[in-house]
């Protein structure tokens, strides 16, 4: 593993919950820690995740955005599109914390995925101060994750440190496309969900509001080899709201927010991509539950 000394110490809610230093994940479901409340809790969610989406997407013009789709029933995989047999996910520990279930899912559909999101870094986005070099480290770790492992599809959940001007962002989007053209996979970048602005973030507030509109940007130019999903169609954009499924810390998800998650991701790629995911009965309540990182959290 990876440890990542930070210039800037994280806000109580990123940072795990041992005394290290935010460490860089390699992903993996992890053991089982006190799993049998998870299970009732994911479980009694599968009624709700019917109700976690939009009926509306966006059109082909839309400079390569996608919406919500409904939850209620796995979509028939896009026969026309790429074969997905490998993803590669990416992202912070807002990601981390949703890999148990979006491993879970994709397993459960036929789908291998590997994760190199990380707890207290995981940007792309080379700006200015520590996160230039958070930005170098992901980089660096995603060279040697697309050389093992040989994804069909990079997929990069926008950080909560992605911080940076607009311009910034916008390069360092297009770059993490260009390696996935390089790799010969495709890009699909997936917005964060609302999370809680603290004394940690405020001052880059500006940042994380752009962030996304420069990652639709940078779709809108890669001629279709980069996707945008605005997951606010399953999130809304009030962290404090019920919708937002935040844990406590109003930041990451916990297992039920985690499942809704990787449930409304699963939807969204069968309509671009030749694969079809799993019910949720299959795999929502599964060993992924009792992953350590809910732990760390102080989940159920």
Same mark, same amino acid.
């Given at each position: 593993?990876?440890?990542?000394?930070?210039?800037?110490?994280?806000?109580?809610?990123?940072?795990?919950?041992?005394?290290?230093?935010?460490?860089?994940?390699?992903?993996?479901?992890?053991?089982?820690?006190?799993?049998?409340?998870?299970?009732?809790?994911?479980?009694?969610?599968?009624?709700?995740?019917?109700?976690?989406?939009?009926?509306?997407?966006?059109?082909?013009?839309?400079?390569?955005?996608?919406?919500?789709?409904?939850?209620?029933?796995?979509?028939?995989?896009?026969?026309?599109?790429?074969?997905?047999?490998?993803?590669?996910?990416?992202?912070?520990?807002?990601?981390?914390?949703?890999?148990? &279930?979006?491993? @879970? %899912?994709? $397993?459960?559909? !036929?789908?291998?995925?590997?994760?190199? /999101? =990380? #707890?207290?870094? +995981? *940007?792309?986005?080379?700006?200015?101060?520590?996160?230039?070099?958070?930005?170098?480290?992901?980089?660096?770790?995603?060279?040697?994750?697309?050389?093992?492992?040989?994804?069909?599809?990079?997929?990069?959940?926008?950080?909560?440190?992605?911080?940076?001007?607009?311009?910034?962002?916008?390069?360092?989007?297009?770059?993490?496309?260009?390696?996935?053209?390089?790799?010969?996979?495709?890009?699909?970048?997936?917005?964060?969900?609302?999370?809680?602005?603290?004394?940690?973030?405020?001052?880059?507030?500006?940042?994380?509001?752009?962030?996304?509109?420069? &990652?639709?940007? @940078? %779709?809108? $130019?890669?001629? !279709?080899?980069?996707?945008?999903?605005? /997951? =606010? #169609?399953?999130? +809304? *954009?009030?962290?404090?709201?019920?919708?937002?499924?935040?844990?406590?810390?109003?930041?990451?998800?916990?297992?039920?927010?985690?499942?809704?998650?990787?449930?409304?991701?699963?939807?969204?790629?069968?309509?671009?991509?030749?694969?079809?995911?799993?019910?949720?009965?299959?795999?929502?309540?599964?060993?992924?539950?009792?992953?350590?990182?809910?732990?760390?959290?102080?989940?159920?």
């Amino acid at each position: 593993m990876h440890i990542k000394h930070m210039d800037q110490t994280p806000s109580p809610s990123q940072r795990p919950a041992t005394p290290t230093a935010p460490v860089r994940r390699s992903g993996g479901l992890g053991k089982p820690v006190t799993a049998a409340g998870a299970l009732l809790v994911v479980g009694a969610s599968l009624l709700a995740l019917t109700g976690c989406g939009s009926s509306t997407a966006g059109g082909d013009g839309d400079a390569g955005r996608t919406g919500g789709a409904s939850a209620a029933a796995p979509p028939a995989g896009n026969k026309d599109g790429k074969q997905l047999s490998k993803l590669l996910w990416m992202g912070d520990s807002i990601a981390d914390a949703e890999a148990p &279930a979006l491993g @879970a %899912a994709m $397993k459960a559909g !036929g789908v291998e995925v590997k994760s190199i /999101a =990380s #707890a207290g870094g +995981g *940007t792309v986005v080379k700006g200015d101060g520590p996160t230039g070099k958070f930005a170098d480290d992901t980089f660096k770790d995603l060279s040697k994750a697309v050389g093992s492992f040989h994804p069909d599809i990079i997929a990069y959940q926008v950080t909560t440190y992605d911080w940076g001007s607009p311009a910034q962002q916008s390069s360092s989007y297009e770059r993490l496309a260009k390696v996935a053209k390089d790799a010969g996979a495709e890009l699909v970048i997936v917005s964060a969900p609302p999370f809680k602005i603290d004394e940690f973030y405020k001052d880059h507030e500006a940042a994380i509001k752009s962030a996304p509109k420069a &990652a639709e940007a @940078a %779709a809108g $130019k890669s001629a !279709g080899r980069t996707r945008f999903l605005d /997951a =606010s #169609a399953l999130w +809304g *954009t009030d962290s404090a709201a019920a919708k937002a499924q935040r844990s406590q810390d109003g930041i990451h998800s916990c297992q039920q927010g985690s499942a809704a998650f990787a449930n409304w991701f699963g939807a969204q790629l069968a309509t671009h991509y030749s694969f079809t995911p799993a019910p949720a009965d299959q795999w929502a309540k599964g060993s992924w539950t009792g992953s350590k990182v809910y732990g760390q959290l102080k989940c159920g």
